[in-house]
């Protein structure tokens, strides 16, 4: 086992961890006492085997704050993998309600539900766009009269002396902005934090992240990022679309709110994590596409971070969703420009249109391109490294919400202090021409007709930084100022990625590398003072802007399409294609990819696209979950109430067999049945008698699962009686009659295809004579993966 290091929790504060299992060993060694685990009824509950989990709760009282109750530290050990992460029902649960309802349809039905899909992604781009334009439009309001304000009042001390106020007024405004920001994540919806792409992630690969699609988190999302990017700290307003337009897609696809406790009757046959899910893939393609106006980036993101299931219908109407997302954030704000029809606002960020004739490229410079992407993969691998035990120590001693936002109003003074320095002492000053397209020129000691070139990457928004450094004429900065902008710019973003506010890195990462990348085209240009054209400086920095962000989030296929996109010119498709491949290499020989690190940091059963390289040698049998929990097709309502309450086990899908009579052989599989279905039966009280003495009222429908869809009641919400315990339940019409099963012989990497591909839940494995043996889930998969040290085997932990 490695040493203890931390936890970051993307859950709510108030979740509750379930209870340790039978011998759990925690993490100083010791044992818990083992419970009673004895269940009433008839005895036909079948157990087969039996897992250990870690239970992480039980070692944090040693160091509790006697005053409040709370740790002062939270430990963790990374070869742990949390057992709170419930997976996706990808696959259609086909019942008896199923398939009669499927058969009942006509083919109009269908065709009239395929134009619902098509209508729901039309609202989910148009919706994501409109969200894009809010955020765009009070991030241009709130931060232009910010940097008004403090350009006045330099200019005013300038001349009389006392620029120490304006610092003073920088840093309260940054702080003001970051507190409110601050204070909406850390104490309403800490799922809110971030960029929301690594939990948007985990959901597409079939993790259930709590909360993470909830209207609540869209709300907190959207003020607490234009916060963040209006207080002037390190962070973008893009990667936050991503996650935006995933809860969209979540929310209109359903046609209710489960928050507001309003349904609206509309798409109730989408009720289901198959349906949810892929909408939820259109809505995070929308969120990329009005981020970066790169539609066809944002099917491909899609597509790369995780749908496992993938069809030419599918890809259709996800590109529909982002092209109508991006046309409708385009059509905004050419209104609120007061230019109505003039569409050149794709996305939030505008790089610039880069014309082939000033910037060709040469086959020469393509060597010089890739050693830019190898400097990009380990800067990158530097700033993940750095984040990684940032974080460590971050939710180790800040878990607390207060701590975090006073944590967040620290970075954000300390941005505006090294940006007020930087600026002071900087002497680099050029000539205010009538080209000029600065928002914000500061003149400070420079000469009349003269602006500091330092204050045009600092005292501006991101986005407008990379535009300059792209675009800027040769000349207009020298290298010590894009050398310390750099050096400050990439451990301010470093620091603040994690915070906890609603930001991307996606923008940090571009103006880090926009920077150092202009930085080589001057040093290159000098190197030939003959001929010092080809190496224009803008070129360069959109080479390096890509190789940083690569070296980053590690992302190949759509980032390549969306930097093209953005840029609006397929010429530089093969050198950015060949610096973010290089760039991915050389970071991953040292580290993860950003979004990774969270993940993993997180505990999360994800599932890459294959198995370990080296797990052949594996069976069902050796990586299977025990003890297994089997119900009989006629089973008694107390049994199935005692083993739904027993909290030492966290079982959601049980195996349903039968028992041949008058006969001494086992029972065999003839289903599958999940917890949430169980509840609603006992919620509705289906039980064999009352259907008989017809006291039930109607027939149970596919509609009242929809309905309890997605927030099922816990059981200890259900009342059942001390008679209605000695009733039977009869599961044969709601089971799954035909769950995916694999020989016990099968080996992981195959069990890994099948259940990946297919978007599974729960995998029995049966033996020869088809009685079952054991159940294969996400975590048991998850659990193997490749280290240091070859194939290495995760522990599971009740956290």
Known sequence: ????????????????????????????????????????????????????TVDLEDDITSEEDPIRGRPKEIPHNEKLLSLKYESLDYDNIENQLFLEEERRMSHMGFRCLEISRWVICGLIGILTGLI???IDIMVEKLAGYK???????????????????????????????????????????????????????????GVKIPRVVRLKTLVVKVIGVICSVAGGLAVGKEGPMIHSGAVVAAGVSQGRSTSLKRDFKMFEYFRRDTEKRDFVSAGAAAGVSAAFGAPVGGVLFSLEE????????????????????????????????????????????????????????????????????????LLGALFNSLNYWLTIFRIRYVHRPCLQVIEALLVAAVTAAVSFTMIYFSNDCQPLGPEHNEE??????????????MATAFFNTPERSVRSLFHNQPGSYNPLTLGLFTLTYFFLACWTYGLAVSAGVFIPSLLIGAAWGRLC?????????????????????????????????????????IMVEATGNVTYGLPIMLVLMIAKIVGDYFQEGLYDIHIKLQS??????????????????????????????????????DVLSNTSTNHNGFPVVVQVLDSDEPAKLCGLILRSQLIVLLKHKVFVELARSRLSQRKLQLKDFRDAYPRFPPIQSIH???????????????????????????SLPRVFKLFRALGLRHLVVADDVNRVIGLVTRKDLARYHLGKHGLEELQLAQT
């Open 604 to 641: 999360v059963p994800f599932l890459h696209w294959e198995a370990p390289a080296t797990s052949h040698w594996l069976t069902a049998r050796e990586v299977m979950s025990s003890p297994v929990t089997c119900f009989n097709r006629i089973e008694k309502v107390g049994t199935i109430v």
């Open 521 to 561: 085209g001057i040093l290159l240009a000098s190197f030939t003072p003959t001929s010092p054209i080809w190496a224009d400086p803008g070129k360069y920095a959109l080479i390096g802007a890509a190789a940083q962000l690569g070296g980053i989030v590690r992302m190949t296929l759509s980032l390549t399409v």
């Open 440 to 453: 914000y020129p500061l003149q400070l000691f420079c000469a009349d007709g003269e602006y500091n070139a």
């Open 147 to 205: 940097y008004q304000v403090i350009k006045e009042n330099i200019e005013k001390f300038t001349e009389v002396g006392g620029l120490s106020i304006s610092l003073i007024l920088w840093a309260v405004l940054n702080c003001a902005f970051v507190l409110v920001g601050g204070v909406m994540v850390a104490f309403f919806e800490p799922i809110a934090a971030g960029s929301g792409i690594p939990q948007i992630k985990c959901y597409l690969n």
């Open 306 to 377: 995780g749908a496992s299931f993938w069809n030419q219908m599918l890809t259709w109407r996800i590109f529909f969703a982002s092209m109508i997302s991006t046309f409708t954030l385009n059509f905004f704000l050419s209104i609120y420009h007061g230019k109505p029809g003039d569409l050149s606002n794709p996305g939030l960020i505008n790089f610039g249109r880069f014309e082939s004739d000033s910037v060709a490229y040469y086959y020469y410079e393509i060597p010089l391109f890739m050693c830019m992407g190898a400097l990009g993969g």
């Open 132 to 134: 894009a334009c809010f």
């Open 1 to 52: 086992m490695a040493n203890i290091t931390k936890k970051v929790s993307w859950s709510s504060r108030g979740d509750d961890s379930a209870l340790t299992g039978e011998g759990t060993p925690l993490l100083n060694g010791t044992e818990i006492p083992k419970p009673s685990r004895q269940l009433s009824g008839s005895g036909s509950v079948f157990r087969i085997g039996r897992f250990s």
């Open 720 to 746: 059942v009686s001390q008679d209605e315990r000695e009733c039977m339940m009869d599961l044969t019409e709601f089971m799954n009659p035909t769950p995916y099963t694999v020989p016990q012989d099968t």
